[in-house]
């Protein structure tokens, strides 16, 4: 989304983004909250780390059978 549209107004005017000074930035909501917010860009490994988190996902390999 285009940082200068109206929409994008809703995202930038949030607190937890007040002080972000680069983009991108990127909003996690939970059941119509924030539960984080990251500016510049996340590897891999820090994105699934947010949703193992913050979603908790579980995984398939943590039911495995041994």
């Not at 917010?37 to 490994?45: E, R, W």
Request: hydrophobic share 45%; proline share 3%.
């Amino acid at each position: 989304m285009d940082f200068g549209i109206s929409a994008a107004f809703f995202i930038r005017d949030l607190p937890e983004c007040a002080y972000f000074m680069g983009l991108p930035f990127t909003i996690y909501f939970k059941k119509g909250k924030v539960v984080e917010a990251t500016t510049s860009i996340q590897d891999k490994k820090q994105i699934t780390g947010i949703w193992d988190e913050v979603f908790q996902i579980i995984k398939e390999t943590d039911y495995a059978l041994e």
